[in-house]
């Protein structure tokens, strides 16, 4: 009997990791609607928490603490998160258009981007060198950090001059904080802070401005006011004062906290835009003119009352906006309207772990110690942190229930009806398949006599007389919650059987399980994932030829690869030189990382090392080592290193063996940690097991587990000659496989050495 999971009725995506969106993530998933997905678009894996960058940037706060981790965050949600570039949105077709792959639709979409520097006009590569913008936080951040490293390494006998342009809060508080730091570490620096005004931070708190004057006074920070940036130049800053004088005044850096701009794809898609580019919403946060269509944060201008650009608005939106989006897909409330405090409370970093209060109208908090009162933001802000950070086991726990809320509401139609059938009774309509592949732009290839687009029962292919035909075929379930990612990875990984031969993949057919949904998100979902297979296609030249469809309980894809290859380059198994050296093309650790990822405990920044090793097509890795005397090569996948390496050994009187060098096999970042921890893929043991026999008792995954781990889409092992090996490694890096080595070596007696 099948138990068919709750069918997918429609999509919701939050465009951007800010804090509004995150808060809809978290509140969504804890009281789910039924038949909703919820999609995460962001260009950057951990999202900064704003309210936390200055003790970060003081170094309170590890990188962690101070980020949301948006992988993990989603996974443990059971949420789906794409990494990628927004470039642009079309309300009326309600599609999102993104970098490098294919658009995705949704029902209803929250816009929470955040903001971008204000471009400089006419500004020469020389000049832009020397310019640090605070927005956005995560390229200011890498500036920062190489800034740092700059002022550590400087000898000269001349401090060097930095500026910091713009004296609101976030100004204000670069140039303590970096003046702190230069002090600290008795770096040759100084600090100038530059601002067209006369006041500090605002106009009306005369309190902040007096202690904030005094603050900077006693840091040694020379303040220019009444004095504008008229011009950046390649030797520094052409500054105006207050009197009208103009000159150049010549700094090291200049870190510019001055206005800033929305994305531009704002504009250029149609929506409703404010004089400075910023998306228009109403009291509701809808943006104007577009129904299905969202926005808070920073990157809106507020309609019925503009507001400063500060993220305490932001997350004041979060609950109002889950409200509204709960709102529009169950019609079973009206829209809330966000009403803002007319004045908003400011905690400014003055020093070492010191913090001043800086709010239009009166406050208590005005008159607590420094102190104190950062004593206070911490708890805040590590309690907001702690409400969307996946929670962290020491050591694998030996049970983990991720059992996610039921839902109260449902979208899923009273008379739907659950596919229950199996053979061809589960495959899906031919209306939705035909057009799902319709959106697809199949390239057309010269040698396929008959494809996808013809509708017959089998493709008709004519490749070369006088080569030999290869086929292979891969099937997995789904490891990542991005189709277009799964797609572009499990296509990958089918080809690297074809290419570990020696051959060249030509057509491939492709295999597609969905699970229950609606005819539209079937639709969709066919064109994400064939959109990512065809894109790894097209990078390797080969051709889409037919396939199949059907539904069940998991997503899954399988793929079946025809190749060809010139029999004197046929690629076996089997090592036949005893002396050769093995060498290995890409890094270990992608079983553990998915595993760990699964349960949301694998670091966000690992798994993105992984996904982008697991990209990288290992055709580029055979056509460097070509020329080069290769005996035995295979490709590592599910059995791990050593059941790899075992089926390379071959058996009888002119079988090898191998010596490993456990050290020297390049591992993922995280990796060696999850181990520690006590992670690993569900196959690992059993792999150890099928060789178990064979292998001593020493060599097992507690000890060795790198060597047990199952790779998706992983490297080439293959042995070469001894005095080939540094030119191999050479044409190897030289191509960009840099991860590639030598992990040990061919030895004359049928066993497995580990050291």
Not at 586 to 605: H, S, Y
């Amino acid at each position: 009997m099948h138990n068919n999971p709750i069918p997918t009725i429609s999509d919701l995506v939050l465009l951007g990791g800010g804090h509004a969106n995150i808060q809809v993530l978290k509140m969504l998933a804890m009281n789910p609607i039924g038949g909703l997905r919820i999609t995460l678009i962001s260009d950057q894996t951990h999202s900064p928490y704003s309210g936390m960058i200055p003790g970060f940037l003081a170094g309170y706060y590890s990188y962690e603490e101070c980020h949301f981790d948006l992988r993990r965050l989603c996974e443990e949600l059971g949420q789906r998160f794409i990494k990628a570039k927004i470039v642009g949105l079309d309300p009326h077709r309600k599609t999102v258009q993104l970098e490098n792959r294919a658009e995705i639709s949704y029902d209803c979409a929250a816009i929470n981007v955040g903001i971008q520097p204000k471009s400089i006009e006419n500004l020469s590569a020389e000049a832009a060198a020397k310019l640090i913008p605070l927005k956005p936080i995560s390229r200011f951040i890498a500036h920062w950090q190489r800034l740092l490293a700059d002022l550590e390494a400087y000898r000269g006998e001349a401090p060097l001059r930095l500026a910091v342009v713009g004296a609101g809060a976030s100004g204000v508080e670069i140039a303590i904080i970096l003046k702190m730091l230069i002090t600290q570490n008795c770096w040759k620096a100084e600090v100038n802070l530059i601002h067209r005004h006369e006041f500090l931070v605002s106009a009306k708190d005369l309190c902040a401005q007096q202690r904030l004057a005094k603050t900077l006074n006693e840091l040694g920070i020379t303040v220019l006011q009444n004095t504008e940036v008229l011009e950046v130049q390649e030797n520094g800053l052409v500054l105006k004062n207050a009197t009208g004088l103009v000159g150049t005044e010549n700094f090291y850096r200049a870190l510019i906290a001055t206005q800033a701009a929305a994305p531009e794809w704002f504009e250029s898609s149609g929506l409703a835009v404010d004089r400075d580019g910023f998306v228009k919403v109403s009291e509701k946060l809808r943006v104007e003119n577009a129904d299905a269509l969202f926005a808070a944060g920073d990157c809106i201008h507020f309609s019925p009352s503009p507001l400063k650009k500060a993220g305490v608005y932001a997350v004041r939106q979060g609950m109002v906006l889950e409200h509204n989006i709960r709102a529009f897909f169950t019609r079973q409330s009206a829209l809330k309207s966000f009403q803002p405090k007319k004045h908003v409370l400011s905690l400014i970093t003055i020093g070492e772990r010191q913090a001043l209060v800086h709010q239009d109208d009166a406050s208590i908090l005005r008159w607590m110690w420094p102190s104190l009162l950062w004593r206070v933001k911490d708890q805040i802000d590590r309690r907001f942190m702690q409400r969307f950070q996946a929670g962290t086991f020491n050591v694998k726990p030996p049970s983990f229930n991720k059992t996610m809320p039921k839902a109260k509401t449902s979208l899923v139609p009273e008379d739907w009806e659950d596919n229950t059938c199996g053979g061809c009774g589960s495959k899906l309509a031919a209306s939705t398949l035909t057009q799902g592949l319709d959106k697809l732009a199949i390239p057309k290839d010269d040698s396929v006599l008959l494809g996808v687009n013809d509708g017959e029962d089998c493709a008709l292919t004519r490749f070369s007389e006088h080569t030999l035909c290869l086929q292979t075929i891969d099937q997995f379930r789904s490891f990542i919650s991005d189709p277009f990612l799964f797609g572009q990875i499990a296509t990958q990984h089918a080809l690297s059987d074809v290419y570990a031969m020696g051959g060249v993949a030509k057509t491939v057919q492709v295999g597609l399980t969905l699970q229950p949904a609606a005819a539209r998100i079937h639709k969709e979902d066919i064109f994400q994932v064939m959109s990512g297979v065809l894109d790894s296609l097209a990078k390797s030249g080969v051709s889409l030829v037919g396939g199949h469809t059907g539904e069940g309980s998991e997503f899954s894809i399988s793929i079946a690869v025809q190749g060809e290859v010139v029999p004197h380059r046929v690629l076996r198994k089997r090592l036949t030189k005893s002396g050769n050296r093995l060498i290995l093309t890409k890094p270990i650790g992608t079983g553990v990382i998915l595993a760990a990822n699964m349960l949301a405990q694998a670091n966000g920044k690992w798994v993105d090392e992984a996904l982008s090793s697991m990209l990288q097509s290992n055709y580029v890795a055979m056509e460097a080592i070509r020329s080069f005397d290769i005996s035995g090569c295979t490709d590592i996948t599910g059995f791990g290193v050593l059941g790899h390496v075992f089926e390379m050994m071959g058996t009888g009187d002119s079988a090898l063996g191998v010596k490993l060098d456990y050290q020297a096999i390049p591992l993922f970042a995280g990796v060696a940690e999850l181990f520690n921890k006590g992670y690993f893929a569900s196959i690992a043991p059993q792999n150890h097991a099928s060789l178990a026999c064979l292998l001593n008792a020493d060599i097992s995954p507690q000890h060795f587990p790198a060597l047990f781990d199952p790779q998706t889409s992983g490297g080439l092992l293959f042995s070469v000659a001894h005095d080939q090996t540094k030119a191999c490694l050479q044409a190897l890096h030289d191509n960009g496989v840099t991860r590639a080595c030598v992990i040990g070596e061919v030895i004359d007696r049928n066993k497995i050495i580990v050291v």
